[in-house]
């Protein structure tokens, strides 16, 4: 038998940053040292969502998820002695993707690279933002054109830069099922890549259809992930030939990234975490016709907090255990012709094709949006309920749940905290270089990029220039906020009256009883201060006392203490809910518990939900918290007898 040559591993990254941009690029070249081949970064929420980090909305959340970078120099800080040239950097990035990308590109040339040579990813998929992950700026028409200034861009300047990275990942973060992740990922490929068709020569399009790549989820059911895999292989190899007429296999093929499932980590027993990492790889590694080509794998302690270096190393030691020491890249595909694995694709394939139908009826991804993310939330309802009846089990969280202390929580509390001095420092970072700049060139600049963005001509050559010239990332986009206004996406959370009662008749008998002492509906206020987007918490929450007979107020995320006290005094609430997963919650909760006093309006409890270490807890409850819930409080019928106590009135708790 002749012998078969050795595939060639896949990109092995972590994805990074936190603090400072110097601090991150410290753990850039340190990991790159420890056998890294690729860099992921990671911003913070300001940078995501278009604010400098000196902005009212900013506070709390500066240098907590990811790195601040506000500027040129902290862009030009991040990549110290890191040569742009021969790197693969992946920029997780959606609303402000062509202002980082400019400033990666500014860099680059202050480096010397060739830009034509740069290799790396922006994901820039403002589509999955709206329905999951909630760093939107823009309404999503021109959020579409501007990823379109991106892919139009890069073809013809960084040939080797992946302008898009359709991302499906957090959609099943948001609950998503196989075949609406297949599905609605695939529609937010078709809506690109029709707004780009009209900009890209014919006979060049093809090439333009070959840059596209996607981020994808891989969950624990680790046959039907692999199967979802070789389903988007298929699928996207039909729609690139059918829809678009793409003859060359090379430009239909299915390039992806992936970041294995961060939602099935857990608070409980975390170090079983690492098991369930290592099988959701496999899903995505073990079949070559379905091979993603750039792996990132979360930590074990990603449900507790920030991982420190050590678990992020451990992380990339399996991928490269996986690349370097077993046999894996030495055969073809292990599962050609398997019949249970054909019958499972041929399964998702028919699936997502329905839906696909169903929304393209609907007038495609962007005009689909609301009914989208309706479907998420109804899905991780589902989800959150058989976890809750035990149909689906959870080791460690609905069984098996008695353990022995975890050795791997040290006395750091097993993750890394970052210092809130770390806030100040950046701001007077950024009012130094604000006061160094040449203000006539950036006046100059941002001029020229409002003048682009208004005739709706290509914004990424002023954005460069604007790098250049010192603007800041709020300046940018401020500039593409007045152009193409704001937006506030739907929560997929409906205030009317539900008929999704089956198990919660004790509760909605207990919500009628307080409801009729209190002469009204028991007001459930659910917030989300700071710029924390994943809303899933929220939205289950919110979800779910809405079944259970409550009235309720959910107005989405990004929302300030100062708006959340105002809709609390407004609606009159009984209970405040707030949700935030940043790791922001004390100087947030601070100001929130404040706010309420100064509004009198001590008497209403507030419950905080997030990813809280035991200690902050503790903090919280002492500001006047009166419940802390975190992942491991998975219960929510549990969370609603709570609302319902706390809302009952005093005169009657001990009735």
Not at 67 to 88: S, T
Request: net charge negative; charged share 25%; proline share 5%.
């Amino acid at each position: 038998m002749p012998q078969m040559q050795k595939d060639r591993p896949w990109l092995i990254r972590t994805y990074a940053g936190h603090s400072t941009a110097k601090a991150s690029n410290a753990l850039y070249r340190a990991n790159l040292a420890k056998g890294q081949t690729g860099l992921s970064v990671a911003f913070d929420l300001p940078t995501q969502t278009g604010y400098d980090s000196d902005h009212v909305l900013a506070r709390g959340e500066v240098g907590k998820v990811g790195v601040p970078v506000c500027h040129l120099g902290d862009m030009r800080a991040l990549f110290d002695q890191i040569p742009l040239e021969q790197m693969n950097t992946s920029m997780t990035i959606n609303a402000t993707a062509p202002w980082l990308l400019a400033l990666y590109i500014a860099v680059a040339e202050e480096q010397g690279a060739d830009v034509s040579k740069l290799q790396g990813t922006v994901q820039n998929d403002l589509i999955k933002e709206y329905l999951s992950r909630g760093t939107y700026v823009c309404p999503p028409k021109p959020s579409l054109k501007m990823i379109a200034d991106v892919a139009e861009y890069c073809y013809t300047n960084v040939p080797k830069w992946n302008p898009m990275n359709v991302c499906s990942y957090h959609l099943q973060e948001a609950g998503a099922t196989p075949e609406q992740e297949l599905a609605f990922a695939l529609a937010t490929a078709q809506a690109v890549l029709d707004e780009l068709k009209p900009r890209i020569a014919p006979e060049d399009f093809p090439a333009m259809v070959g840059r596209i790549s996607f981020f994808v989820n891989a969950g624990i059911r680790f046959v039907t992930e692999m199967c979802k895999m070789r389903a988007f292989v298929d699928l996207w190899d039909e729609i690139c030939r059918d829809r678009y007429g793409v003859e060359d296999p090379k430009f239909r093929r299915f390039r992806y990234g992936v970041q294995v499932n961060s939602l099935g980590l857990t608070e409980q027993q975390p170090e079983n975490n690492v098991y369930r990492i290592l099988i959701e790889m496999l899903a995505v590694t073990l079949s070559k016709k379905a091979r993603a080509r750039a792996v990132q794998l979360p930590a074990w302690n990603e449900a507790l907090g920030l991982p420190r270096p050590w678990d992020q190393q451990w992380s990339m030691r399996m991928q490269q255990i996986l690349a370097y020491e077993t046999d894996l890249l030495e055969y073809g595909d292990l599962f050609d012709g398997n019949p249970a694995v054909d019958a499972k694709v041929e399964e998702l394939k028919d699936g997502a094709r329905a839906e696909l139908a169903n929304l393209e009826s609907m007038g495609g991804a962007v005009a689909s949006i609301e009914y989208m993310k309706g479907r998420l939330v109804e899905s991780n309802a589902d989800r959150l309920n058989r976890i809750e009846k035990n149909e689906t089990i959870v080791v460690g969280v609905n069984k098996w749940t008695e353990g022995e202390p975890s050795p791997l929580q040290t006395e750091d509390g097993g993750i890394m905290v970052v210092d809130p001095a770390v806030e100040q420092e950046q701001i007077s970072r950024l009012n130094a270089w604000r006061s160094e700049r040449d203000n006539d060139a950036v006046q100059s600049a941002l001029a020229a990029l409002r003048a682009a963005a208004q005739s709706g001509t290509n914004v990424m050559e002023p954005s460069i220039a604007a790098a250049k010239a010192g603007v800041t990332t709020g300046e940018w986009a401020e500039e593409m906020r007045k152009v193409y206004g704001t937006y506030r996406g739907p929560t997929g959370v409906s205030a009317s009256v539900s008929n999704k009662t089956e198990g919660l008749d004790d509760l909605r008998d207990a919500v009628n009883a307080v409801s009729d002492v209190l002469g009204r509906r028991i007001k459930f206020v659910v917030g989300k201060p700071g710029l924390d987007g994943h809303s899933n918490g929220a939205e289950q929450i919110a979800f779910r006392a809405r079944d259970c007979g409550m009235d309720i107020t959910y107005d989405g995320i990004r929302m300030t203490p100062a708006e959340l006290v105002e809709a609390a005094q407004k609606d009159d609430a009984h209970v405040v809910g707030l949700s935030i997963l940043s790791g922001s919650h004390l100087p947030l909760v601070e100001e929130m518990m404040q706010r309420m006093r100064d509004a009198g309006l001590a008497h209403i409890p507030v419950v905080v939900g997030g990813i809280i270490p035991d200690e902050d807890a503790q903090k919280l409850k002492s500001m006047g918290v009166a419940r802390v819930y975190t992942p491991k409080d998975f219960e929510l019928n549990s969370i609603m007898s709570d609302i319902v106590d706390l809302a009952r009135p005093p005169e009657i708790a001990a009735n």
